[in-house]
């Protein structure tokens, strides 16, 4: 019965949803490929992990509405697991990640990624985007990138003089830099244009535009869907075995769990239909990227923009984003040669405005105005992406996190009231006294006269650390010394908190 209603309801709503699903394919081709190229594997690959994506995680349970794919959150690791460890080990490298994202789920963790620092979030995604348009800049002028992000902006001068003497790939440039302008400029043309997706769009110019006039650009290489396929070998295990390989596979998890969960979030803000089940949801990605890993293929996260382009189009089950899938797999298998036609400078124009449209300039403008210490967060975790890797950058942006959050709730109010001549000091404290305020704690208590008598009241405090207890109490018996009943307690201090 369960199975019937479920089909029942899919056919109903078929006719919104096979448009839709049309909508995301045409958006998703360009991004695959894009994405693939980017992380330095075969394009095909790309395809296949949008494939897996549409048919296996878009029959699973979790969310209803949300498209998984390769993302370009994921593209800066993969092409650093690629150049560490061999094209040869990715597969190995997302078996492992799929398999503990499904122990997560399993485990019912999918939540608590919510609980993950929305500036961290958002540095990390601008982190993500400097790195792939940095990296995208060089590609389309023909040029090898620095390894390093301080390399790449270093080396940006030495770039721009290319660019104005003629030296870099003129052609290319002047593509991914047409491809950029028509991406930004599309939602302000007619609707009726608009209905083409803008990706598709600037790919198929592109293409046009180079066999027409016969263009001496760089294409997209094209060796077949099945023969990209590599299931693991022996080789690749070895990837994993050492502590560079597991925080890779550490990394992939974290990460590709983190983008598909907030985008989770994102979703249902847009549609009114069932909510997501993070942990399902969580155990379906974990599925998707074992078979993905199995296949040799990149891994995959949920997909902000194929998920709105979904909603946008208005599906109304998950059968939009199944046949999405179907639509990518007949793509590959019957018309590969069409992936040649595609100059890889129109696909760096594309992934500089992916990258671009990470950069949340519009949070950190409300974080300027209102949370300073949430804009440093960000800055400074995407500054470490940047700089270091992205997993230690977001480290670093979480560590900073949790600081700022620890100093911020202890907050410590230290009230002195002096009753006049021969009347006590009244010292009332409230808030929070911990370790991070017992410098403040300690230099005005020591700032206070001897041989008066000192009343201490700490009822108003909500919480008392050790460190402050025994700070407090050593201090009361250094001042208690000149007159021991120049100190009382309210209450007494022998209370434990």
């Not at 979790?62 to 697991?81: E, K, M, N, R």
């Not at 502590?243 to 992939?252: D, I, K, N, P, S």
């Not at 949340?360 to 800055?379: D, I, K």
Request: charged content about 10%.
């Amino acid at each position: 019965m369960g199975r019937a209603a479920a089909l029942r309801g899919a056919l109903a709503h078929w006719r919104q949803d096979l448009p839709a699903s049309l909508v995301v394919f045409l958006v998703a081709v360009p991004l695959c490929v894009g994405v693939a190229v980017a992380s330095g594997v075969p394009a095909e690959r790309g395809l296949v992990t949008g494939i897996v994506g549409g048919l296996v995680v878009g029959l699973l349970p979790g969310s209803s509405l949300q498209v998984s794919g390769p993302a370009a959150g994921l593209t800066v690791l993969v092409f650093d697991a690629v150049q560490r460890f061999g094209l040869g080990s990715l597969g190995v490298l997302v078996l492992a990640a799929g398999l503990l994202q499904i122990a997560m789920g399993l485990l019912r963790t999918g939540r608590w990624f919510r609980a993950i620092s929305l500036s961290v979030v958002h540095g990390m995604l601008a982190g993500i985007g400097l790195i792939l348009i940095l990296g995208q800049l060089y590609a389309v002028s023909g040029r090898t990138a620095p390894g390093s992000g301080a390399g790449k902006i270093g080396a940006l001068p030495a770039l721009a003089a290319d660019w104005f003497t003629g030296r870099a790939a003129t052609t290319a440039l002047a593509m991914a830099a047409a491809t950029v302008a028509l991406l930004t400029l599309w939602r302000r043309l007619p609707a009726p244009v608009r209905a083409v997706p803008a990706p598709l769009a600037a790919v198929a110019l592109a293409a046009a535009a180079t066999a027409l006039f016969g263009l001496d650009v760089p294409r997209v290489r094209v060796d077949g869907l099945f023969e990209a396929v590599a299931l693991p070998t022996g080789d690749g295990l070895a990837a994993v075995a050492g502590t560079a390989g597991l925080g890779t596979v550490l990394a992939f998890a974290l990460i590709a769990s983190a983008e598909s969960l907030f985008s989770a979030a994102a979703v249902d803000r847009m549609h009114h239909g069932p909510r997501t089940d993070y942990d399902r949801e969580l155990t379906a990605q974990g599925i998707g990227n074992t078979l993905c890993g199995l296949l040799g293929a990149l891994p995959m996260t949920a997909v902000i923009v194929r998920s709105a382009a979904n909603v946008q189009a208005g599906a109304r089950t998950r059968t939009s984003r199944v046949l999405h899938g179907l639509w990518l797999l007949l793509f590959a298998a019957l018309l590969p040669a069409v992936l040649g036609l595609i100059p890889l400078a129109v696909l760096g124009g594309v992934l500089v405005h992916a990258g671009a449209k990470l950069i949340p300039l519009r949070p950190a403008a409300a974080l300027w105005r209102g949370h300073r210490g949430e804009l440093a967060v960000l800055t400074v975790t995407a500054a470490a992406i940047v700089l270091t890797t992205l997993f230690e950058g977001v480290l670093i942006g979480v560590a900073l996190a949790v600081a700022k959050s620890a100093w911020q709730t202890s907050h410590l109010h230290i009230d002195l009231a002096d009753t006049g001549p021969g009347g006590p000091l009244k010292v009332r404290l409230s808030g929070n006294a911990t370790f991070l305020r017992l410098p403040r704690l300690l230099d005005t208590l020591e700032s206070l006269p001897t041989g008066r008598p000192v009343e201490l009241d700490w009822t108003a405090l909500r919480h008392l650390d050790h460190a402050c207890r025994t700070a407090l109490l050593t201090w009361a018996a250094r001042h208690a010394a000149h007159d021991p009943a120049t100190v009382s307690w309210q209450p007494p201090l022998t209370v434990t908190t």
